[in-house]
């Protein structure tokens, strides 16, 4: 996949195209549709799939004040498209330029004259220019007058569910992984530096990893099951997500056990895969009632890891 420049477009080689727009936070099963549609679109006839996206996340623009949980990075959601087959992407800052220019410049000046569209899929609710003035039915009347085709994607739907970033973001935010995986179609995953602890865990016989988290959302407080993939090979991981009640801590933890691994992995980084909730932070009266319960944790996380691994239908994990 090549990362496009915009000031060196148009390429002459990039051709007529086929596009598609939007933020793509997560890269959930209805982008992964619409992703899919234009690079099959793209082989016949020739014509060279598109993805624009934004960088940061619109939101941050407009509002500026309000914390927008980002699903995922600006590189692992590229990463996450090049594995669906496009041929390109070109990422805009979204700035007051962009946002002042009107439906019919957005149109011109980007899709035209840039990127040389033939067609474009957007999805049913899709808005763009200023003040959002743009629609899909002003989409369809502007490429109608400038010779490209518009095509719409009905909201993808799992049962009554409309699949939406919005809708995945609170569920990670509640801690519901395991559902938010189902919409991902893959595991949901941070990553970040291994950095020094207070050796806590390894006091109590469990050491865990200490996780400055640098990508993807952090989901709620509370203990999960999940995986690591440490040089090619995979490791049910407890996750423990809080501020420690028990020994009366201020600051939010990322901590990990990975179960059967021993070796040093300070200053590395690594990705860390949630696949069920397991239970709430808990504030604990004594050393001993902690110790049981993270040997309950332990012991679903390794069956919660089993199962997934038995399954052909689990989620991916892509690191």
Same mark, same amino acid.
């Not at 989901?219 to 420690?244: D, L």
């Not at 069920?276 to 009632?289: I, V």
């Not at 919660?304 to 239908?313: A, E, I, K, N, T």
């Given at each position: 996949?090549?990362?496009?420049? !915009? ?35 793209? #082989? ?7 993805? *624009?996206? +934004? !960088? ?6 407009? /509002?500026?004040?309000? $914390?927008?949980?980002?699903? =995922?990075?600006?590189?692992? $959601?590229? @990463? ?17 330029? *962009? ?8 149109? @011109? %000046?980007?899709?035209?004259?840039? *990127? ?20 899909? &039915? ?6 109608? #007058?400038?010779?490209? $085709? ?6 993808? &739907? ?10 995945? &973001? ?31 865990? &390894?006091? /109590? ?41 028990? +020994? %009366? ?11 059967? +691994? ?11 895969? +949630? ?7 808990? $504030? ?5 009632? /902690? ?6 944790? =332990?012991?679903?996380? %390794? ?17």
């Amino acid at each position: 996949m090549i990362n496009l420049d !915009y000031n060196t477009l148009p390429l002459e080689s990039l051709g007529p195209t086929v596009l598609t727009i939007g933020n793509f936070d997560g890269v959930h099963r209805g982008h992964q549709e619409l992703i899919r549609t234009i690079v099959h679109e793209s #082989k016949n006839p020739k014509l060279t799939s598109v993805i *624009l996206t +934004f !960088y940061p996340h619109p939101v941050t623009y407009f /509002l500026p004040k309000e $914390k927008i949980h980002v699903i =995922c990075s600006r590189n692992y $959601k590229e @990463k996450l498209i090049a594995k669906l087959g496009v041929d390109a992407i070109l990422t805009l800052s979204f700035d007051e330029k *962009l946002a002042n220019l009107t439906p019919e410049e957005y149109v @011109k %000046q980007i899709l035209i004259d840039k *990127l040389n569209v033939n067609t474009i899929w957007v999805g049913y609710d899709f808005t763009f220019g200023k003040n959002r003035k743009g629609n899909v &039915r002003s989409l369809i009347e502007i490429g109608e #007058k400038s010779g490209f $085709k518009t095509r719409i994607l009905s909201p993808q &739907r799992d049962h009554d569910i409309v699949i939406s970033s919005t809708k995945i &973001r609170e569920l990670l935010l509640e801690g519901s992984v395991d559902e938010a995986n189902h919409y991902l179609n893959r595991v949901h995953i941070i990553s970040g530096l291994i950095v020094s602890g207070d050796a806590k865990g &390894r006091i /109590l016989g469990y050491p865990t990893i200490n996780v400055n988290v640098k990508e993807g959302l952090i989901p709620g407080h509370g203990i999960y099951s999940g995986v690591v993939e440490i040089e090619s090979e995979m490791y049910p991981t407890a996750i423990y997500i809080g501020r420690r009640p028990t +020994f %009366q801590d201020s600051d939010l933890r990322v901590e990990a056990h990975i179960i059967g +691994f021993q070796g040093n992995l300070y200053h590395t980084d690594i990705s860390i895969g +949630f696949l069920n909730y397991l239970r709430p932070d808990t $504030k604990f009266d004594n050393e001993h009632q /902690l110790i049981k319960a993270i040997e309950k944790d =332990c012991s679903n996380t %390794q069956t919660d890891f089993d199962l997934w691994q038995s399954r052909p239908d689990s989620p991916s994990f892509i690191p």
